[in-house]
């Protein structure tokens, strides 16, 4: 059964700190985006690539948050410097992004929940 | 104006009962729908595609209504397990075109 698979699941830190969050996608998938999710603005697209090349990062602060595919298998999403309002379930997603029915299909990694103090 | 408009519910029914939500969106360019469905504190799942010609997976039905600009997911017989939030999900043509668009979902509560 494939999944996208995210580490770490949780992550405590205290503001001005350096976060990574990793991204496993599907195998075979050759879409990947990275989305955050709070109670108050609900899912906001954050940054997405096709064949690993960014195609779209206009919902990312760009001052502090970097999105990079190094290979195929890995997706990664920084915050530096980290601050309490980034504090969010971080969530990665990964699509088949390939001719046919399922084309814009997307599937959910479980999130890294990030606090920051 | 939201792109996708959906009723926050919660819809509170009993189990056994059929419960239907619908959407709206706002492109009329808008190509491929979908509904999702997220249980607290997990990820978004993809529950269904909505095709133009309307599609059945075992309990669920989603019809697509291009005319009016609306999509709806029916529920028959109820179980507990539905009990979740159902995200009703967008693609718009020559907009970045793999990016979906997110409502904001419709809380449903099936109770014994």
């Known amino acids: 059964d494939a999944r996208v698979t995210q580490t770490p699941r949780h992550k405590v830190t205290e503001m001005g700190q350096e976060v990574t969050m990793r991204c496993q996608p599907i195998?075979?998938?050759?879409?990947v985006f990275w989305y955050r999710q709070t109670m108050m603005q609900g899912l906001e697209l954050l940054a997405y690539?096709?064949?690993?090349?960014?195609?779209?990062d206009s919902g990312m602060p760009k001052d502090r948050f970097s999105a990079e595919m190094p290979d195929a298998t890995l997706a990664t999403l920084k915050i530096q410097p980290s601050e309490p309002r980034d504090s969010a379930v971080y969530f990665c997603?990964?699509?088949?992004?390939?001719?046919?029915?399922?084309?814009?299909?997307?599937?959910f990694g479980p999130g890294t929940r990030l606090t920051v103090t | 104006r939201k792109e996708v408009e959906q009723d926050p519910g919660p819809f509170n029914v009993p189990e056994g009962a059929t419960v239907a939500f619908n959407c709206t969106y706002s492109?009329?360019?808008?190509?491929?729908f979908f509904w999702y469905r997220q249980d607290c504190r997990k990820e978004p799942k993809l529950l269904m595609s909505?095709?133009?010609s309307g599609n059945e997976d075992g309990r669920f039905t989603a019809q697509l209504n291009r005319a009016s600009q609306y999509i709806s997911l029916l529920i028959r017989d109820s179980k507990l397990s539905d009990s979740a939030t159902y995200l009703c999900?967008?693609?718009?043509?020559?907009?970045?075109?793999?990016?979906?668009?997110f409502g904001s979902g419709t809380r449903l509560l099936v109770r014994p």
């Open positions: 999900v967008v693609n718009n043509r020559g907009d970045s075109s793999y990016k979906l668009i």
């Open positions: 492109n009329s360019a808008s190509q491929s």
């Open positions: 690539f096709r064949n690993r090349a960014p195609l779209d």
């Open positions: 997603a990964s699509g088949p992004g390939s001719i046919g029915r399922a084309i814009y299909e997307q599937y």
């Open positions: 909505v095709y133009s």
């Open positions: 195998l075979g998938h050759n879409t």
